[in-house]
Nanobody, 115 residues
Framework: QVQLVESGGGLVQAGGSLRLSCAASRSIFRFNFMGWYRQAPGKQRELVAS???????NVADSVKGRFTISRDTAKNTMYLQMNSLKFEDTAVYYC?????????WGQGTQVTVSS
């Protein structure tokens, strides 16, 4: 059973920064896709940033230039560096990993940005 554990969320003032981590219970090389999603109250879950097995990355237009996705394969961990945070970034952030068999989700970590 694959486990994904997020950490790094919290309360931050607008303009501040946070770094989220997603630690996997096995080698992340075996995932062909990993991504960060977020869900704000009353809204659908949306993809924020993703990284493919080859290392290519994508970020949503709403966070482009502010958020950066990365990974450390030695630590089996994916990161989301969030800078210049805005009130509208407030949400529960989830990590997701996909291999050839299933989709895996973490439990989520709350990010709250005060204006």
């Amino acid at each position: 059973q694959v486990q994904l554990v997020e950490s790094g969320g919290g309360l931050v003032q607008a303009g501040g920064s946070l770094r989220l981590s997603c630690a996997a219970s096995r080698s992340i090389f075996r995932f062909n896709f990993m991504g960060w999603y977020r869900q704000a109250p009353g809204k659908q879950r949306e993809l924020v940033a993703s990284i493919r097995s080859g290392g290519s990355t994508n970020v949503a237009d709403s966070v482009k230039g502010r958020f950066t996705i990365s990974r450390d394969t030695a630590k089996n961990t994916m990161y989301l560096q969030m800078n210049s945070l805005k009130f509208e970034d407030t949400a529960v952030y989830y990590c997701k990993a996909v291999d050839g068999l299933a989709n895996y989700w973490g439990q989520g970590t709350q990010v709250t940005v005060s204006s």
